[in-house]
């Protein structure tokens, strides 16, 4: 059971580029999350979804998009990327029945110089 | 806007010796639940214990325990019989019920270290 899935692990950008972070689970979750963690701080919510077709704005949105085609993935774009768009970045899901229980991914290490 | 405030940002501790971590938080909600996670160097989110609003009874996971205070909005994690795996990076964060599941709202952390 590979859980929650987040590709690549690591990238490096140049200021005003765009890519895409990828997340995949294979629970069946309804619910799924990205959030990101600046060096020495907690995670802060960017966008979520609870459905396919369905996503919200987070905490902090700027910068970022979010698509939910299917149940099992929910990419995360970063269009110009920004020296402030350094972070980790972790992709977590949930069923709601599990009660407030999520399931991270590794996360992945961006940086934008 | 529920806020979750860590006030000590480094911690230490010997090895086989009990430390306690602080939290407090802020919400207007009544039903929501609190959460301690563990985040090793390998940067890893491990849940470490998780603790009902509702529930009156303080949550125990083994070595872990809570003192969960929710008139004082207050949920402390005590770690008993230290190890030198506990040494990480600690996060209290605060989630609320229904659609707000897995919306979690965290603090800035606390480093741990174990010592031998």
């Known amino acids: 059971n590979a859980g929650v899935t987040q590709t690549p692990k690591f990238r490096i950008l140049k200021i005003g580029q765009s890519m895409t972070l990828q997340c995949t689970q294979d629970?069946?979750?309804?619910?799924m999350y990205w959030y990101r963690q600046d060096p020495g701080m907690g995670l802060k919510l960017i966008y979520y979804s609870v459905g396919a077709g369905i996503t919200d704005k987070g905490e902090v949105p700027n910068g970022y998009n979010v698509s939910r085609s299917t149940t099992e993935d929910f990419p995360l774009r970063l269009e110009l990327a920004a020296p402030s768009q350094t972070s980790v970045y972790f992709c977590?899901?949930?069923?709601?029945?599990?009660?407030?229980?999520?399931?991270f991914g590794e996360g992945s290490r961006l940086t934008v110089l | 806007a529920q806020t979750v405030t860590q006030s000590q940002p480094e911690m230490s501790v010997q090895e086989a010796e009990t430390v306690t971590l602080s939290c407090t938080y802020d919400t207007s909600e009544n039903n929501y639940y609190l959460f301690w996670y563990k985040q090793p160097p390998s940067r890893q989110m491990i849940l470490v214990i998780r603790q009902e609003a509702y529930k009156q009874q303080n949550a125990t996971e083994n070595r872990f325990s809570v003192n969960f205070q929710k008139a004082a909005k207050s949920f402390s994690l005590k770690i008993s019989d230290s190890q030198l795996g506990d040494t990480a990076m600690y996060f209290c964060a605060f989630g609320g019920s229904g659609t707000s599941y897995g919306k979690l709202t965290f603090g800035q952390g606390t480093i741990l270290t174990v010592h031998p």
């Open positions: 977590a899901s949930i069923n709601p029945g599990q009660a407030g229980e999520l399931f």
């Open positions: 629970m069946n979750h309804n619910y």
